[in-house]
């Protein structure tokens, strides 16, 4: 049996400080200090700053001039382009899903862990788990672009993601309530029209909803 590849010490620097962004440790325009991460993860700089240099490039982070590397600030247009382009695109994936009833019964579980995640509510655990609803219908259409592409679409959405229910956080149980109804409909085998408009306006919703949130400066909002 062929073991499993060691993970290089870039793909780990890569890969801590991706997540470290992702759940909010290091906030919107937090400086990434290559001498301290390097310290803190028992290796060199050097992969550190190659790590950097990918996570620039996929726009988790920016360079500022006499600053550094620092961690993207909120990009409000790029959440709407993204938000919008998934709802086309998970409307679709939705809509030509080859859902088993175990699927669907994976699905209900973690929209009843996000149901429960309400009483004593956490932002990113919830985010968390409604990453894995959806990416689990999406996953099961048969077109591997479509797959392809709404994959693309929520590694996007994860730089900013973070910050939805928190900015919204009434939105949380709306966005329940919508799965457990979208489940009933593939349940229930609606026509595919029907589910597709369902699944795109679930997402819409969620763009209005922050769209309509009170205003508020967006770094504050990052702290988790």
Not at 84 to 93: D, I, K, P, Q, S
Request: net charge neutral; with cysteine; hydrophobic share 40%.
């Amino acid at each position: 049996m062929t073991a499993a590849p060691v993970r290089s010490k870039t793909q780990y620097a890569y890969e801590t400080l991706r997540d470290r962004i992702a759940e909010g440790r290091y906030g919107p325009g937090a400086r990434l200090v290559f001498d301290r991460i390097a310290r803190e993860l028992g290796i060199s700089p050097v992969p550190v700053r190659e790590a950097v240099r990918r996570l620039q490039a996929e726009g988790w982070v920016v360079f500022e001039q006499n600053v550094g590397a620092q961690v993207a600030e909120f990009d409000p247009d790029g959440y709407r382009h993204t938000m919008e382009a998934l709802a086309l695109l998970e409307g679709h994936a939705v809509a030509t899903a080859l859902v088993t009833e175990a699927m669907l019964d994976r699905a209900a579980h973690l929209n009843d862990l996000m149901a429960a995640s309400l009483v004593e509510f956490d932002p990113l655990g919830f985010t968390r788990l409604n990453r894995e609803f959806h990416l689990l219908l999406c996953g099961a259409t048969p077109n591997p672009r479509l797959r392809e592409l709404v994959d693309k679409e929520w590694s996007r959405l994860d730089m900013t993601r973070r910050t939805t229910f928190s900015l919204v956080p009434g939105r949380a149980r709306e966005s329940v309530a919508e799965h457990a109804e979208l489940l009933r409909l593939l349940r229930a085998e609606a026509p595919a029209e029907v589910v597709e408009r369902f699944a795109r306006e679930h997402k819409l919703n969620t763009l209005r909803a922050v769209d309509t949130r009170s205003p508020a400066p967006f770094p504050g909002e990052f702290t988790s």
